[in-house]
């Protein structure tokens, strides 16, 4: 990608998360999203109009086809995600494919596989990474402002449907439905960005899980797995350990611009603990950033803390790093990593012990 | 999820698979979660609100699966399923895609010519029979 040209990006889905996704296109000077493709053709009307797009397709196959597509972003549920990525792949373009990547490692490896046979860059989106707020806590571990980090604790609570963002049926029911999601709604699909946060801020890589998950029938094909306790230890001889809670509020009203929950990170280290506030949602009025040290805390208040802003940031470094070729913030073998912690959670849950990430890697 | 012989594990993909109908019939409804079997298809029985599954190739059948049934659990399950039904242990899949061995009750190969060729719906049985069902179940 040379940068005498805009990067022309192909957004492909254009359901509710192409909001968000679209934000760095539209904002970086380099870049523009030239088509869009969705198998509603108004909703792929509407939303070619709205981003200055030229061409709304209906047929994934004919935006693959477009020599006027530099690069897909691929936003379609994750059961199509192998096939989408892989027919982008090969038909030259680079790819942007939305967390979680696949269902399988099998799957992300064949994707992987096109990538280098094609010669074209692949990476996964995953936005909690762009998040200012994860980036500062990380920031701040990284510097030793809490010592030796030993534990991290993730609290996701669940809100009551209705309160924020207007999310379709079609879309509820794929992601609800454990054969298109991959997994749960909560564990898998919530969960990578959860599980990719668990990894986030430690200098090691975890070795071992174990998951209670609760399931709930909503309907005959549309399950969530909620309320659950996902706990890990991570490897090495210093002994760190991480949780992931989930708990299933759903009568409480989580304030919210966009999905009805919000992710709240303890970062606890052997001289002091940071904690990221907020994330998806406004649950708390509290800076989002709080450092304890010596006795002393320290709020960062000055920090961006819209949700919608991890995306853009996410956007930006794609085509930054299309531009000066060298690899996006989240590499596929990065992703592997994360992919295999959630599926490493699901079989716990699902076989009653822990697991041991060797066994999935 | 206890792996012990002590306890077992049931798919149930038909009347078993509503939480009112295990209430009724265990007193309690075992932890549960979504599940998959590939290669059985699932038909109603003639004159009856309730399905059984025969082996098909290509067709899958998804369903629940229990935690946890001590041996008066299952059998009991075992006299309420009765001589239509013969219980295997059958792999199925869980959602996170990890295969799982589960007492099945599958449609006695003397019994196929009970079934229909209307396919079985969950959704449609609690709307329209659920309730019914689960009164008559009651002592």
Known sequence: ?361 | MDESPTTSRIFAYGTLAAEAVMRVLLGRVPPAAPARLEGYARYRVRGRVYPGIVAEPGAHTDGVVYEGLDAAGLALLDRFEGSLYRRESLRVRSASGVGLVAETYVVADSQRHALSAEPWSLERFVESHLADYVRALQP
């Not at chain 1, 254009?14 to 869009?36: F, T």
């Not at chain 1, 709080?290 to 803390?305: I, N, P």
């Open chain 1, 1 to 361: 990608v040379s940068g005498e040209t805009p990067l022309r990006v192909g957004l492909l889905g254009c359901g509710r998360i192409a909001d968000l996704q679209s934000l760095g296109y539209l904002e970086h000077p380099d870049a523009c999203i030239a088509a869009v493709c969705d198998c509603d053709e108004d909703r792929a009307r509407a939303r070619a109009r709205a981003w200055g797009a030229e061409r709304a397709y209906t047929e994934a196959e004919k935006l693959f086809a477009d020599p006027g597509i530099d690069a897909v972003e691929v936003l379609t549920p994750h059961h199509l995600h192998e096939q989408h990525a892989t027919a982008a792949l090969e038909a030259g373009k680079h790819v942007s494919l939305q967390k979680p990547p696949t269902r399988t490692l099998a799957e992300l490896d064949r994707v992987a596989a096109a990538a280098e046979r094609n010669g074209r860059a692949l990476r996964v989106f995953e936005n909690f990474m762009h998040y200012e707020p994860h980036l500062k806590a990380r920031e701040l571990v990284a510097a030793g402002a809490v010592g030796e980090p030993l534990s991290v604790r993730l609290k996701t609570a669940a809100g009551r449907f209705g309160d924020g963002w207007e999310v379709s049926p079609e879309t509820q029911a794929w992601r609800l439905d454990p054969e298109t999601c991959g997994g749960g709604a909560t564990l898998f699909d919530h969960g990578y960005h959860c599980f990719h946060m668990a990894r986030f801020f430690m200098p090691v890589e975890v070795a071992r899980v174990h998951a209670f998950v609760h399931w709930t029938r909503l309907g005959e094909r549309a399950w969530l797995d909620g309320p659950a306790l996902v706990s890990w230890r991570y490897a090495g001889e210093v002994p760190r350990h991480g949780s992931w809670e989930v708990i299933a509020s759903l009568g409480m009203r989580v304030r919210s611009d966009y999905y009805v929950s919000d992710d709240r990170i303890e970062i606890h280290g052997s001289e002091g603990i940071v904690w990221v506030n907020r994330c998806t949602g406004r649950l708390l009025e509290e800076p989002s950033v709080v450092l304890y040290r010596e006795g002393e805390t320290r709020a960062f208040h000055d920090l961006e803390t819209d949700w919608a802003d991890s995306f853009r940031r996410g956007g930006i470094d794609f085509v930054d790093a299309l531009r000066e070729g060298r690899a996006p913030e989240q590499t596929v073998d990065d992703a592997r990593r994360t992919l295999a912690l959630a599926l490493a959670a699901g079989r716990s849950a699902a076989e009653g012990r822990e697991v041991d990430l060797a066994e999935i890697l």
